[in-house]
T-cell receptor, first 109, second 114 residues
Framework: TQLLEQSPQFLSIQEGENLTVYCNSS?????LQWYRQEPGEGPVLLVT?????EVKKLKRLTFQFGDARKDSSLHITAAQPGDTGLYLC?????????FGAGTRLFVKA | KAGVTQTPRYLIKTRGQQVTLSCSPI?????VSWYQQTPGQGLQFLFE???????NKGNFPGRFSGRQFSNSRSEMNVSTLELGDSALYLC?????????????FGQGTRLTVV
């Protein structure tokens, strides 16, 4: 069974700090996606990584796919209150998308 | 292009009633998946439809059912509602094939069972 484990589960930081959240699996994934979800809303797709070792940047967010395509990380530089939300990683698993449990980030002003 | 549309946004139902939720996927997407999200359980997969056929099903009781129409729109039905069915129900659409399976979510339907 393919599983995605995310860590930490919860993170509370001050505005301006840097942070990294992780998504790990014992299985190889052909691609991984990262989503951000705000309370009461659906998850919004941030990025898809496909190639082992790939690094993608989205403004202050940097996404990396592990060389073996079993893990991924999301690094946020100089976090802002607007970054607050639930960050989910996901990958294909048969005819469905497998989601991690998420990292809940709270950035205090 | 238009995103995924879920209706209604909010619902309040009484125990024992039944409810139908609707999802219109992105144009051209043939796969629709449904998820239940509760604070303690995260995103729980309900089922996935592709071209009107259910391809995959999660571990939910038979009270939860769905269908997909020829235009890819999907409905989800929950019968004999229980208090524990209160949750945010999310629909996601995707192309449904290929190596990259990006899912695009609707805003969800918040169901409250009283």
């Amino acid at each position: 069974t393919q599983l995605l484990e995310q860590s930490p589960q919860f993170l509370s930081i001050q505005e301006g700090e840097n942070l990294t959240v992780y998504c790990n699996s014992s299985s190889v994934f052909s691609s991984l996606q990262w989503y951000r979800q705000e309370p009461g809303e659906g998850p919004v797709l941030l990025v898809t990584v496909v190639t082992g070792g790939e690094v993608k940047k989205l403004k202050r967010l940097t996404f990396q796919f592990g060389d073996a395509r079993k893990d991924s990380s999301l690094h946020i530089t100089a976090a802002q209150p607007g970054d607050t939300g639930l960050y989910l990683c996901a990958g294909p698993g048969g005819f469905k998308t497998i989601f991690g449990a998420g990292t809940r980030l709270f950035v205090k002003a | 292009k238009a995103g995924v549309t879920q209706t209604p946004r909010y619902l309040i139902k009484t125990r024992g009633q039944q409810v139908t939720l609707s999802c219109s996927p992105i144009s051209g997407h043939r796969s629709v998946s449904w998820y239940q999200q509760t604070p303690g359980q995260g995103l729980q997969f309900l089922f996935e439809y592709f071209s009107e056929t259910q391809r995959n099903k999660g571990n939910f009781p038979g009270r939860f059912s769905g269908r997909q129409f020829s235009n890819s729109r999907s409905e989800m039905n929950v019968s004999t509602l229980e208090l524990g069915d209160s949750a945010l129900y999310l629909c996601a659409s995707s192309l449904g094939r290929g190596r990259i399976t990006e899912a695009f979510f609707g805003q969800g339907t918040r169901l409250t069972v009283v």
